[in-house]
């Protein structure tokens, strides 16, 4: 099997790269999703092949305005990440924050924090206290977010309500072959999905069997809101294959640096088993090799490195698209700081030995890379996966002898 690895050359990746880097620091929320909207509108507005249009929740679809006939394929990601909103201004330099996503209570004691304002401005913050919500949601009478108090380092009038808090954490940086970032979940798909498209632009319509759209959901991390609006409202067709692209806790069975994964399914659902065959197809056709079995030497491996895992540590958005009707399944990448939970495994045992810290969360750039390489070579054609049957025939028809 000779490989079929998309022809990107390193100027490119570097672009890649750069677009990484740039849209993994952008501050981003549930609800608030609007700074990384903007940069996906800008990037369109540099297109002119390509079409923006947003649905009635906001959730942002990209088309090309020549894409020829076929049943369409989507790569999807969402555009929020776990942080925080202001909900309260308490004093000049105090304000209290509703936090939105799921993150452990220790990770919250004396946090620092940034705070953006609506017109640019960045103030610094330390958390110092729970605060208790005056409102609930969802007709539980439970109030559906978890609120914090935070001291900010200077007193300002500019933070007003319903502007975003995010971790102090740094920005966004490359070590020793990582990228090091605010929030790799979930926008290193989103800039994975936008350079991806970018390749698959300058190719001819003829080498593509199928149309290539995006789209890009809001609220994922408080129970997948936007892409449940998506399916409601219709704003793929029906007849759509959905790709969902995510960033997954890493576990030593699903390493970092070991390439994309081709996701059967999460803790909540087993995806579209028929298209989840056809992704992982077209990956061992991208690594001119299958991967090594239990009797073959991992120096077997092929260099383009892929894998095909469960990913059970949580659940993503292909599970809402299987359960509206589509034919969908998930490729992720493995996280590191899942939720920018630094040491998170030894904290949820209770064995840490420091003090709970938040810190970036970091994805490997090769494994990035070939996730380019994955939904490009997705985009150009996705081969018809041999029925289990057919492979189980040909080998009764080998081996059946043995049985005497």
């Not at 947003?54 to 942080?83: I, K």
């Not at 699903?254 to 197809?281: E, H, M, Q, Y």
């Not at 810190?359 to 997705?378: F, K, N, P, Q, T």
Request: hydrophobic share 40%; glycine share 10%.
């Amino acid at each position: 099997m000779n490989s079929t690895r998309p022809d990107i050359g390193p100027e490119t990746r570097q672009e890649h790269l750069a677009l990484l880097r740039e849209v993994t620091q952008i501050p981003t929320v549930a609800g608030h999703e609007q700074r990384v909207a903007d940069f996906i509108t800008r990037w369109v507005a540099q297109r002119e092949d390509v079409v923006l249009t947003a649905d009635s929740a906001g959730n942002l679809h990209v088309a090309m305005r020549s894409e020829g006939a076929g049943r369409p394929l989507y790569f999807t990601a969402h555009l929020d990440h776990p942080a925080f909103v202001v909900q309260r201004i308490v004093a000049p330099e105090v304000v209290e924050l509703a936090f939105r996503g799921g993150v452990m209570d220790d990770y919250f004691v004396g946090a620092p924090v940034q705070v953006y304002d609506s017109a640019g401005g960045v103030h610094e913050g330390t958390l110092f206290g729970e605060a208790r919500p005056g409102e609930s949601h969802g007709g539980s009478g439970q109030p559906l977010f978890k609120h914090y108090m935070a001291e900010l380092s200077h007193p300002t009038d500019a933070v007003r309500p319903g502007d975003v808090g995010v971790w102090n954490v740094g920005p966004s940086e490359v070590i020793d072959n990582c990228l090091h970032a605010p929030a790799c979940d979930d926008l290193a798909a989103v800039a994975a999905a936008l350079a991806a498209y970018d390749v698959l632009r300058a190719m001819p319509l003829a080498g593509r069997s199928h149309p290539v759209r995006l789209l890009f959901t809001r609220a994922e991390e408080i129970g997948f809101v936007g892409a449940i609006a998506a399916c409601k409202q219709g704003t793929m067709p029906r007849e759509a294959r959905v790709i969902a692209l995510e960033n997954s806790r890493s576990f030593a069975e699903s390493p970092i640096g070991g390439g994309p994964i081709v996701r059967v399914g999460d803790r909540l659902s087993i995806f579209s088993p028929t298209l989840t065959d056809a992704v992982a197809k077209r990956a061992e056709e991208l690594a001119g090799a299958p991967m090594p079995t239990a009797a073959q030497k991992l120096s077997e491996a092929p260099a383009w490195k892929w894998q095909r895992k469960l990913m059970a540590g949580g659940a993503c958005e292909a599970s809402v698209f299987c359960t509206y009707g589509y034919e969908a399944t998930c490729v992720c990448l493995p996280l590191g700081n899942y939720h920018n939970m630094a040491d998170l495994a030894a904290v949820q045992a209770g064995t840490n030995t420091t003090t709970p810290r938040v810190a970036r969360e970091y994805i490997s750039i090769a494994d990035y890379e070939g996730l380019v390489d994955l939904l490009v070579a997705c985009g150009q054609r996705l081969p018809a996966a041999m029925p289990l049957s057919d492979r189980f025939e040909r080998l009764w028809g080998e081996r059946a002898f043995v049985l005497g």
